[in-house]
């Protein structure tokens, strides 16, 4: 790895409390005020990357499969500290998918539901799973991840708010999709998602938090964390995989 400096003082005071551990199935978090009206997101080139269900059943690829560069994320769609990621660090690794250049392997949990009650997590991951089945999975979740509830413990994504954010994705909605979203059509998808998360937590059977990211198969240590919360940094810690 090269030597390039990581987030600058500023940043990485703002966001220490917050990236502390991530999400992990035993932490704490206070509750946000209501949200408004749907954000949309535009993220440019997306509709055009290669995204499908890997061999394993449970992993979501998006990119070219033969980049030579493999990134694999770990998230829970009601952690907010995986929202922060995907605000802040994660457009590099967007743009370095789009360039070709890495894939992106998504690995969902949803163990938020558990800690917190209800059933949000699980939803949603169903309902990205819907929406690859659409062509529309990296438009989905890059909607998803910018209109997280702003309350976690009210239970967090429902059918109807699913429904509603897929409104912002041109295409997406169509008879079969949402049947899939209200029937929890991939409910055996969440469910081994879930376990292949815990299960590369290693000696820690809760799953490792997130969010977690490895490339090339080696997970980012602990005293990188903050890297993946500031564009550059992130886009240089990536980049150092590829010299």
């Not at 500290?81 to 890495?102: D, K, N, Q, S, Y």
């Amino acid at each position: 790895m090269n030597n390039a400096r990581g987030p600058s003082a500023t940043v990485a005071a703002a966001i220490a409390v917050l990236v502390v551990a991530g999400c992990a199935p035993t932490a704490r978090s206070a509750d946000d005020e209501g949200a408004g009206a749907p954000r949309p997101v535009a993220y440019r080139g997306v509709g055009e990357l290669p995204e499908q269900l890997a061999a394993d059943g449970t992993t979501i690829v998006v990119g070219d499969p033969v980049a030579t560069t493999a990134v694999r994320l770990y998230e829970d769609p009601r952690c907010p500290v995986v929202e922060e990621f995907e605000a802040t660090g994660a457009p590099a690794l967007r743009e370095m998918t789009l360039r070709r250049e890495a894939r992106t392997e998504y690995t969902f949990a949803s163990f938020k539901d558990d800690r917190l009650g209800g059933d949000g997590s699980k939803r949603a991951v169903n309902a990205l799973r819907a929406a690859l089945d659409a062509g529309k999975f990296t438009e989905y979740h890059g909607v998803i991840f910018a209109n997280m509830p702003r309350t976690e413990r009210t239970g967090g994504y429902t059918t109807a708010s699913l429904l509603q954010l897929a409104d912002e994705v041109e295409g997406l909605r169509s008879e079969s999709f949402d049947s899939a979203v209200a029937t929890m059509k991939y409910q055996d998808f969440v469910t081994a998602s879930e376990k292949a998360y815990e299960q590369a937590g290693g000696d820690d059977p809760r799953g490792p938090g997130t969010p977690t990211v490895a490339v090339d198969g080696t997970r980012v240590p602990e005293q990188l964390f903050g890297w993946l919360f500031e564009r550059e940094s992130f886009d240089r810690l990536l980049q150092s995989t590829r010299s």
